[in-house]
């Protein structure tokens, strides 16, 4: 498990959720009624064999409102609101923490919360993304953005443009090692449980903060 913040560390308490209105509401279940269905499949008959006609009609939603919320079955799987929960996590670190202490506490809690939701469905995502060729390859295409919102986040922090070139490493160094540590999570095959990802997690980004020796 990541190490504690020491005493003299201050987090800024997050502001309240606004609350949202009907409409919104009822958006995020349909996602949810589709990603939980899509998960059920998956696990039952295999990512390759679950066509999206199949999981709209266990979702009991039509295959048009699927591909409106998914645009691709990939994206069943790679779509979340981790992203944005990590960048506000991250922002709210003190700003005397080094860049990589600071993602691995911001890491530690986000995962935290992560797992409070779900749990069985965090392992299945993993996994699945993991295994599948197709899913792999969709997120190398999504990892832009996520790059993006965490340089967004330490370029802050530093006091530096957000495409300065130092920033852009330290930030794909750090995404890359959060990847193996959660491919190294699933390739163990062992215990499923959110403190062994969390010390794969810490462990790997240990290995940037003290400078890539072996």
């Known amino acids: 498990m990541a190490p504690a913040p020491t005493e003299s560390a201050t987090t800024v308490p997050p502001a309240p959720a606004a609350k949202l209105g009907l409409r919104e ?44 919320y998914f645009p691709t079955k990939e994206d069943i799987v790679l779509t979340d609101e981790y992203d944005p929960m990590i960048e506000e996590t991250l922002r709210a670190r003190p700003a005397s923490e080094p860049p990589v202490a600071a993602l691995r506490e911001a890491l530690s809690d986000s995962l935290a919360r992560v797992f409070d939701k779900d749990a069985t469905e965090t392992w ?13 390859a969709r997120m190398s295409e999504q990892s832009a ?17 957000v495409d300065d070139l130092e920033v852009r490493i330290v930030t794909g160094a750090m995404l890359g090692a959060l990847t193996e540590a959660m491919f190294s ?15 794969l997690v810490a462990r790997a980004l240990n290995v940037l903060e003290r400078g890539l020796t072996l």
Do not use: M, N
């Open 25 to 68: 509401r009822k958006k995020i279940q349909t996602s949810q009624a589709i990603r939980h269905a899509a998960y059920r499949l998956f696990e039952e008959q295999g990512y390759d064999a679950t066509p999206v006609d199949q999981i709209a009609e266990e979702a009991e939603v039509s295959p048009s409102t699927v591909f409106r």
């Open 124 to 136: 299945q995502r993993i996994r699945l993304i993991r295994e599948v060729p197709a899913l792999r």
């Open 145 to 161: 953005e996520t790059c993006r919102l965490l340089a967004r986040a330490l370029a802050e922090r530093a006091d530096r443009p």
């Open 185 to 199: 999570w699933i390739d163990s095959g062992g215990s499923k449980t959110l403190t062994d990802l969390e010390r």
